[in-house]
């Protein structure tokens, strides 16, 4: 799904033009935003903030009809083209514009409490439109104030086909991010019910694995023959198995946003099947990046099975224990995405658990202490 970021999309600023006064519109690809935990308003331009580059935003009236036929033609399910249709046309039933037409006692944001209810505030700006941007696996979220207008954020999520990025994908992702904040969000307004940011998370990602399989059939990563790096702050775990008569050797391989290898780990498993093999390197995977406070992450596998397992496509009941530890243990990440890919693209994980195997190497390997000739990524050692 990362396929194809390239570092300078992955750090990219978008800034309103026409602004000079202190009052920016800015959306941010990637950028670090120093202890990301909570939501902080960053105000950069181009001159401090590197890879930079400008848009106009535009209002509502300056929207172009092939803008409406791109929504409409887009893939993703109508119902979510009609809440698209209802945001932008300032037709969603926010409290700001309620209290446009007739007063109300409270325009707050039902969310967060700390603003008022606009269309921008609700799902770009507030702290849970925040978490949820962030969670994406490309790295994308918004970083704005009151002038940003969200036909802005569309473009800028539609104009990542420039940056070599499956903008359907994207949007796909987008419009179920959107359309989580509006039910999250009615369900506090009419049930009072607790807003829970990785439940949230969670059926964002799992609604994206189940509406990329019939609506985009055919994904980027699939012509991608080679590995790719996460985007910056995230790490991408390679896993793999390494299966022998009676034992196994399951393996992961840390690596940043450069590729830098930042941690190894090994684990012997005392039976033997590739299958609950593969499954049992996701959650080695998970726990280690758990232990050591990782917060964003990949986690690959070659076995095509247990991704589609992992993010609820399929099920097979030996799998059921694996997958409900990375459920549980997935909820201590604020990213945390399953993803499929090819065996030429998972080397590294697979030349590790060989190695190991081999010589009976298990738990955190220090990375010294590996030879060199096992990291490379385009051949099996
Ligand atoms: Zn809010």
Not at 106 to 127: R, W, Y
């Amino acid at each position: 799904m990362v396929d194809g970021i390239s570092k300078s999309s992955t750090s990219c600023l978008i800034k309103k033009r026409s602004l000079l006064s202190s009052a920016k519109v800015c959306l941010l690809v990637g950028e670090r935003i120093p202890g990301s935990g909570p939501w902080k308003l960053m105000v950069g331009s181009p001159a401090n903030l590197p890879l930079a580059q400008t848009v106009d935003s535009s209002s509502p009236t300056e929207v172009a009809p092939s803008m409406w036929n791109k929504l409409w033609n887009s893939k993703i399910p109508e119902r979510l083209k009609v809440l698209w249709w209802c945001i932008l046309s300032k037709a969603l039933p926010v409290r700001s514009v309620l209290g446009r037409r007739f007063p109300i006692e409270d325009e707050s944001c039902p969310l967060c409490g700390a603003e008022s209810e606009t269309m921008e505030h609700l799902f770009l700006s507030c702290n849970v439109a925040f978490h949820l941007w962030r969670s994406s696996p490309w790295g994308i979220f918004p970083i704005c104030d009151a002038c940003i207008r969200m036909w802005d954020w569309v473009k800028f999520l539609w104009d990542l086909k420039n940056k070599g990025i499956n903008e359907q994908e994207t949007f796909l992702y987008a419009s179920l991010i959107i359309d989580t904040i509006w039910r999250t969000r009615n369900e506090k307004v009419h049930h009072n019910s607790p807003v829970d940011i990785f439940k949230c998370i969670d059926a964002v990602r799992f609604s994206f694995a189940d509406h990329h399989a019939y609506l985009l059939p055919c994904p980027t990563r699939c012509l991608t023959e080679s590995w790719s790096p996460p985007p910056q702050d995230w790490l991408k775990l390679n896993c793999d198995v390494r299966v022998g008569m009676d034992s196994m050797c399951a393996a992961v391989v840390a690596r940043d946003h450069v590729g830098k290898v930042i941690w190894v780990s090994t684990k012997r498993l005392d039976f033997s099947s590739a299958l609950c093999g593969e499954a049992a390197a996701c959650c080695l995977a998970i726990e280690e990046a758990k232990a050591r406070g990782i917060q964003y992450l990949i986690v690959e596998s070659d076995s095509r099975v247990v991704i589609n397992v992992l993010n609820g496509k399929e099920s097979r009941w030996e799998l059921d224990n694996y997958v409900s530890f990375c459920k549980t243990t997935s909820t201590s990440f604020i990213g945390c995405n399953f993803h499929f890919v090819r065996r030429q693209c998972n080397f590294m994980g697979h030349n590790v658990a060989n190695w190991a195997f081999s010589n009976q190497r298990f738990g955190s390997v220090p990375i010294s202490s590996l030879p060199e000739i096992i990291f490379c990524n385009d051949r099996e050692v």
